[in-house]
């Protein structure tokens, strides 16, 4: 279940269509977006767990009643839900009242979840949610190639319906062009047998050399229901230095080619 794919480094054609992606969704709120800093080895996303601000209590927020999101520039009804929210009733075209919920506070998922996830949104249309990191002030190690990187969340859904959860990230050089992407996403209905919560996706990789910004890029993927149930909290992205190798693992190194050197030259001395 925590298999995952990665495109640390796309091809030109592949690149153009995740620059093209980025420019066609999110350019206008890039520019608008606040561009946040970047220190190794801590979670770079902001509010990755939607706690700060207030969370939907009921969950059928929508335009200006969707409670502000800290840190994050949204598209749609995309939102912040109370776990354990009361959820809602409403009358459907045949008459018949439907009663929809949302995720209880027990139900799988992050055992230090706090108060509130991300949740699609109380409409039937997908949504997103964007923020860009600079990382300029870590250029000369990431230019060095020792740059890597760990990107986790706890993504879901709700029963057997299909809404989802991905988590993707795009490398950008200084002319904000695409160097490759990364991305996790939330299991399918069947992957989490049909159960209401939320799972761990991870995955590790190498930051690619000319990196100067990674755009955050949270999509909620509708495809039924009153509501997009594509679930996500806790999300995380770390970028880390690779450690130089010390004097006493050279001198190690060395020393074991140096015997197997040896052992080599006597065993042709004694054929």
Known sequence: MNQL???PFFSQAIAKIGTTLIAGIA???????PIYAATF???LIVNGDAEQGQGDPIGNAVGADIPTIPGWTTTGSFSVLKYGATGFSFTNPL???????VPS???PGPSDRGLNLFFGGADRASSSALQLIDISDLASTIDAGQGTFNLSGWLGGYSTEEDS?????TFLDQANQSL??????SPTATQRNNTTGLFLRSIDGSVPVGTRQINVLLNATYTRGRVNDAYADNLSLVVTKVPEPSISGLLLVGTSCMMVWKLRRNNQIFQ
């Open 27 to 33: 350019s206008s709120l890039l520019l608008s977006n």
């Open 41 to 43: 080895g801590t979670n």
């Open 105 to 107: 506070i027990d139900v």
């Open 165 to 169: 959860a991905a988590l993707n990230i």
């Open 95 to 101: 008459g018949n009242v439907v009663n929809v919920t």
């Open 5 to 7: 794919t990665i495109f």
């Open 180 to 185: 490759g992407i990364a991305s996790i996403a």
